[in-house]
């Protein structure tokens, strides 16, 4: 194993388990500050993870092992997902391997997770948020099935150490499939990460709560496991972007030193947008997602166009 | 060896239905047929692992032969996998009355019909065993059901659109047999006229019989009609068998076909997997939506089918054995675990005496062991890693993928809108599948006969543990099969066996190092958090007390839903108010989703026939004297048409 695998496979896990609750943070403190708000620090999620770490869990009457186990199944599903999408096109196989399809599993094995603990607690504000992600999940799914498979088709393997390496060295805009897949690809970062105009991460309100609202019934290290799957779930879709669809350079050790400018670059976009773009309405979320779709279609179009 | 193993299962089973149908012997007899049902399973999988031949070969003449080769053996094997759970399941399930020995003896004899439509090496013979299959499974429901109008007009309905569509069929068999074509692939030329009607009949017939969209009309009317385990077998295995004569007839026998048939059996199974679904979701009744999930996993299965067909037109050989392999994977993977789920409704409906999914609830707690078994199948049908459901639509998904990797344009874009389709019905299916997770284990207990279930017999338990179990090894080493399966495309040899699936192109599977990940680190983070709880409290919804009457229902749950596809799907709602005085008196609120297919193109033409059939009634006046008439005027009008040369 080279030095360049073994700082990829550090970084991977490193960063995508302790430095991941560093990403919500720098969006939230960024749009405080474009807000005119002195905002939280960036380092607030880990405050809020240490006070959660020390208080009790709540244990609701009438429950099953399914609301128990849940947060677990969540964390570990995300911790699995962290190990399959990989820093640099040297990533070493942690067991795991890097199909792209593996990772949409898991993402749906945590989403099952979850809806299932909400109809467990038989909470309605609970089942409302888990019916609504379920019903966003459809076209979130085919939208990043498709996203992705504009850049598989690209790299003609779905491996995705094999789809950073062959989308390096080239600028995204110089290829119009990859361009369209792009643009699929941000509407998905937007609605696996919860933010607005799909999710209010700030909402207090049950009735407007899309991801929040299945973890109302969780406390102490239960909710910091979710929380930190959800710090997660940012990493993950964020370093897709940067090695994927952002444009990023051959030599191994400039794309890894270039992730986390890409990183800090993206936060500052999700910042800007979420305080550009008010919440929108759910159910038009699946028209937009709808739009992202078509995009990538008309990228596989093109890329069959162009290879003929 | 193999041979005489199927040959003694086969016969227990027959031996073991005539023993049932005995008041002294019925468990005895069951049990008889469930061993003859491992035997054959044993033969069935031995056959596959050995790729050799037993018996006749095929052959297009009309002589009886029978005989075995490795695809058989692995449809066999199935049967066999899911009939032994099935039968020892009955054991207890089946009432010792005389309609349930009598269901015990159909039993029998419908597997026998469809080892025989699997064993089958000449048309006529395979034409037997189709009809007698679909024979055998309507008077297996006919008799199961104390005869109410309703059952019987089902039942027939069944017959009448299976034996419209079954028309198909046969049509395809007699010109692939006319053509000398059975066993010899290449007796057919690649683009002729003859080869289309083949495979269009194909299509239809088998399609029928399978349940794809739009020929699917009789499947989620006709499969929760029977008792439990029958519904497993009819879900598991009968529709397997239809799949199994598609593969034939499109995959081996009818040549290579041109690419838009590939891209119309792609369409045909996109609108079969999300139409499936998406009408499963809106569905109160837990066996008719498990019915629905089984015309899903056929779309599923035939999306796999159609990439092979493409990938083949384009000549990626080696990618259409592996579409081929994740249809048949997948076809495995869906017995398995359909039937898992057929068989823990039967036990809820024994244990509440209700199947409306919204009277159930709570059944976790109160049936641990049949509940877990069927969570299982849940995740399994839902397709979630790292179980068996997974494996095979990743392998169908890659498929899909690599259609646009080697297609051109036109084929290469369905490729791509089927690869969507089925990422969109994979999350549906999670949606659906949490639902009824939700509503049947999870939750208070909806009503008082759900608080009050007791947890199914033992013969039940080991019956789904059995399958639960293999969903497990599956998801864990679908790799074992996969190899084999690889080797049955007939331009493919067999792959190495591994555990995991490995294939050129993609980023791999390997499921035991997902399984180690998964569930260790589940088993860790739950140690780490401890045992560290607050005094148990009620739930806590904003202050407000979670009453049995607020619950949450299917149809609230998928709400948000059915108002995103209103314009596809056009709910119909009613809501009346009863006002007296100024002061509202009572609220009730009806609401469905009807299924287009059924309403648009099924009902205008059950009323054109039934129109034409008043009027053709007109015909038959009852008086002697118009019949003699008709037959002076028939015979007027030939000899008119011989005078004038029309017979040449």
């Known amino acids: 194993m080279s030095a360049v695998t073994l700082v990829t496979a550090a970084g991977q896990l490193v960063g995508g388990i302790a430095l991941a609750p560093l990403l919500p943070g720098l969006v939230q403190h960024w749009k405080g500050r474009l807000q005119g708000r002195r905002g939280p620090s960036p380092l607030q999620p880990y405050r809020e993870l240490r006070r959660l770490w020390a208080k009790s869990g709540v244990t609701v009457e009438g429950t099953t092992a399914v609301y128990r186990l849940a947060p677990a199944v969540v964390a570990a599903s995300l911790a699995a997902a962290v190990l399959v999408v990989p820093l640099t096109s040297r990533a070493p196989s942690l067991g795991l391997g890097h199909d792209a399809l593996v990772l949409v599993g898991l993402l749906a094995l945590a989403r099952f997770a979850i809806a299932a603990s909400a109809w467990d607690t038989a909470n309605g504000f609970s089942l409302m948020g888990a019916s609504r992600d379920l019903t966003l999940a459809v076209f979130v799914e085919a939208t990043l099935v498709l996203s992705l498979a504009v850049a598989a088709l690209i790299a003609t393997t779905t491996d995705l150490t094999g789809v950073v390496a062959a989308t390096a060295g080239s600028p995204v805009w110089a290829n119009p499939a990859l361009a369209l897949g792009s643009l699929a690809f941000a509407l998905v970062v937007i609605a696996e990460t919860g933010r607005q105009p799909v999710d209010n991460p700030d909402t207090h309100l049950e009735l407007t709560m899309i991801h929040e609202g299945p973890l109302l019934e969780y406390a102490g290290r239960d909710l910091a496991y979710l929380q930190l799957a959800a710090a997660a779930r940012h990493w993950i879709v964020l370093a897709l972007a940067v090695q994927v669809f952002l444009p990023h350079p051959r030599e191994i050790w400039l794309q890894l030193a270039l992730v986390p400018v890409g990183l800090v670059v993206l936060c500052g976009a999700l910042a800007v947008v979420e305080t550009l773009v008010a919440k929108m309405r759910v159910l038009l979320v699946p028209r937009v997602l709808a739009i992202g779709a078509a995009a990538a279609l008309l990228g596989i179009a093109a890329h069959l166009v162009g290879s003929l | ?648």
């Open chain 2, 1 to 648: 060896m193999i041979g005489a193993l199927l040959v003694a299962g086969l016969s227990a089973v027959g031996l073991g239905g005539a023993l049932a149908a005995r008041r002294t012997l019925f468990t005895a007899g069951l049990t008889v047929q469930a061993a003859g049902a491992s035997a054959i399973a044993a033969s069935g999988f031995w056959e596959l692992g050995t790729g050799s031949s037993v018996g006749a070969a095929f052959t297009s003449a009309i002589t009886v032969r029978v005989g075995v080769d490795p695809l058989s053996g692995l449809f066999l094997g199935t049967l066999g996998l899911i009939a032994a759970p099935a039968l020892v399941f009955s054991t207890r399930y089946l009432q010792q009355s005389a309609r349930g020995r009598v269901v015990a003896g159909l039993t029998s004899v419908f597997l026998l019909a469809l080892a025989l439509a699997l064993c089958a090496r000449d048309p006529l013979t395979f034409l037997t065993g189709w009809e007698l299959m679909t024979l055998s499974s309507a008077a297996l429901i006919l008799v199961s059901r104390s005869a109410d109008r309703e059952s019987r007009q089902t039942v027939f309905s069944y017959l009448a659109v299976t034996h419209l569509g079954g028309v198909g069929t046969w049509v395809a068999v007699l010109l692939l047999a006319h053509a000398g074509a059975i066993g010899h692939p290449g007796a057919i030329a690649s683009g002729s006229g003859v080869q289309i009607a083949i495979a269009l009949a194909a299509l239809a017939g088998m399609g029928t019989k399978a349940g794809v969209i739009p020929l699917h009309v009789w499947l989620p009317r006709a499969h929760p009609l029977a008792p439990a385990p029958v519904s497993a077998l009819m879900s598991g295995v009968m529709i397997k068998v239809a799949l199994y004569g598609l593969i034939r007839v499109l995959v081996e026998w009818d040549g290579v076909l041109p690419v838009w048939f590939g891209v119309l059996v792609l369409g045909v199974g996109a609108l079969s997997s999300v139409g499936g679904v998406v009408y499963a979701l809106f569905e109160h009744d837990l066996k008719r939506l498990l019915a629905l999930h089984s015309i899903e996993n056929v779309g599923i299965i035939v999306l796999g089918i159609g990439a092979c067909l493409v990938l083949r037109a384009r000549g990626a050989d080696a990618w259409a054995a592996v579409a081929l392999a994740a249809a048949l994977l997948h076809t495995v993977n869906h017995a398995v675990f359909k039937a898992l789920l057929f068989l823990g409704a039967g036990a809820f409906e024994r244990a509440v005496g209700s199947l409306q999914i919204d009277r159930l609830g709570g059944l976790l707690r109160r049936m641990p062991w049949t509940g877990a078994a069927f969570f299982v199948g849940a995740m399994a049908i839902a397709g979630l890693p790292p179980l068996n459901g997974f494996a095979s639509e990743w392998l169908t998904l890659q498929a899909l993928l690599h259609v646009p990797a080697y297609g051109h344009v036109a084929d290469g874009l369905a490729g791509a809108v089927a690869l969507a389709a089925l990422a969109a019905t994979a999350a549906l299916a999670v949606f659906c599948f949490v639902k009824v997770v939700g509503l049947v284990l999870l939750g208070p207990p909806r009503t008082p006969a759900a608080a009050a279930a007791e947890e199914a017999p033992l013969p039940l338990r080991a019956a789904m543990g059995v399958l639960a179990l293999v969903c497990v090894v599956l998801g864990v080493a679908p790799g074992l099969l996969f190899g084999r399966l690889v080797g049955l495309a007939p331009w493919s040899a067999a792959g190495p066996t591994r555990l995991g699936l490995h294939v050129p192109g993609t980023g791999s599977l390997p499921t035991v190092g997902l399984v180690v990940v998964l569930v260790g680190l589940t088993a860790v983070l739950a140690l780490v958090r401890g045992a560290r709880s607050a005094v148990p409290a009620p739930t806590w919804a904003s202050g407000q007390r979670v009453e049995p009457a607020l619950n949450w229902t299917s149809a609230g749950f998928t709400k948000p839903l059915r108002l995103v596809l209103e314009a596809v799907l056009r709910p119909q709602r009613e809501i009346a108010t009863r006002t007296e005085r100024g002061i509202v008196q009572e609220v009730s609120y009806s609401g469905s989703v009807p299924h287009l297919i059924d309403e648009h193109l099924y009902a205008p033409a059950a009323r054109a026939a039934l129109g034409a059939a008043a009027h053709a009634r007109r015909l038959q006046t009852g008086s002697l004297g118009t019949y003699v008439a008709y037959l002076i005027a028939l015979v007027v009008v030939l000899l008119a048409a011989a005078r004038l040369g029309l017979f040449g």
